[in-house]
């Protein structure tokens, strides 16, 4: 009777007011998705409306893990009904990654989303679009997920004529003219350190310590004025260790600035005589500054974090891309 139907309403609306308690809606989704980590924004316009993060990166995923990795990270942001535009930039677009979004040809802005791929989706609401890469054909190299902040940076940047240093694994030198990438150039001078470091006879030296600031200001100088000294100052650092007590931190140190210090050498033609941003982690980007500031050069500091997300905003924000 009216008490069954009264106690099954009561159920009903208790069922409603606990599935649903201030769902968030987003317009979009922007994506992150590198080697080691997944980034998710729920985005309204410009507008963050939540961020979220998992360990999910391509390294740990099949082509066929993707969209289940995405959707136990974004599944409550999906809409009941139709479809939620995805943008995404990263090793997702990778050989290898969902699905491969292969490289525009420098010289040419960062972004082209009308170039992104649209990969097929289990799941009917999500409408992906995975942003391309960039290549360079002589010397040849190729970046992935580095060209989304050159976007962001450009965004709020628009006349900027001049250097992007994005220190990292892989450090990537930038050239931009005239709202475009001119020219790059890679160093793998963050695996070389975690190679030596790590998996070399220096390992057993070095012992995860943290870089002396001192030594590091002295062996990048010397680098610096003498690329030849590289080579010559490795095995130093494990001998020293042995014969003269050389401390962890000083080894660290002495090998960070030999290896950055070699990169700002053969990057010189990048940074002498122009304007130089640095984008990445703080603690990285100082030791760049470091050596910098004692040649001359004055550079800035930029979030590379903020700037991944401009560039994807500036993406959506595309007609080509909405």
Not at 238 to 247: C, D, N, S, T
């Amino acid at each position: 009777g009216a008490g069954a139907d009264g106690r099954r309403d009561l159920r009903r609306v208790e069922q409603v007011e606990i599935v649903t308690p201030d769902r968030i809606a987003p317009d979009w989704i922007a994506l992150d998705w590198g080697t080691t980590r997944l980034r998710a924004w729920a985005m309204q316009g410009a507008r963050v409306l939540e961020a979220r993060a998992s360990d999910q990166g391509m390294g740990a995923l099949t082509p066929e893990g993707f969209e289940p990795a995405l959707l136990a990270l974004t599944r409550d942001w999906l809409p009941a009904t139709g479809r939620i535009p995805v943008i995404a930039c990263g090793m997702v677009g990778a050989r290898g990654g969902w699905a491969e979004a292969g490289y525009r040809p420098v010289p040419c802005p960062p972004l082209d989303p009308q170039a992104a791929i649209r990969p097929a989706t289990r799941d009917p609401r999500l409408d992906l679009r995975i942003l391309p890469g960039l290549s360079q054909a002589q010397p040849p190299d190729v970046m992935r997920g580095e060209e989304t902040q050159i976007a962001g940076f450009l965004a709020g940047n628009p006349g900027f004529d001049g250097t992007l240093c994005l220190p990292g694994t892989h450090s990537k030198w930038v050239r931009l003219r005239d709202g475009e990438v001119a020219q790059f150039q890679t160093f793998m001078t963050g695996e070389l350190f975690a190679l030596l470091a790590r998996r070399s006879v220096l390992r057993l030296t070095l012992a995860e310590a943290a870089p002396d600031a001192g030594a590091f200001a002295q062996a990048g100088a010397q680098a610096l004025a003498d690329p030849d000294a590289v080579m010559a100052g490795l095995f130093p650092l494990r001998a020293g260790a042995l014969l003269q007590g050389l401390a962890p931190e000083q080894a660290a140190g002495r090998l960070s600035g030999l290896l950055i210090g070699a990169e700002l050498a053969s990057a010189r033609a990048f940074w002498q005589d122009a304007p130089v941003v640095l984008i990445g982690a703080p603690d990285l980007t100082r030791l760049y500054e470091t050596l910098l500031l004692a040649q001359g050069a004055r550079p800035t500091h930029q979030d590379g974090a903020a700037l991944v997300l401009a560039g994807l905003t500036a993406a959506h924000a595309t007609p080509e891309g909405t």
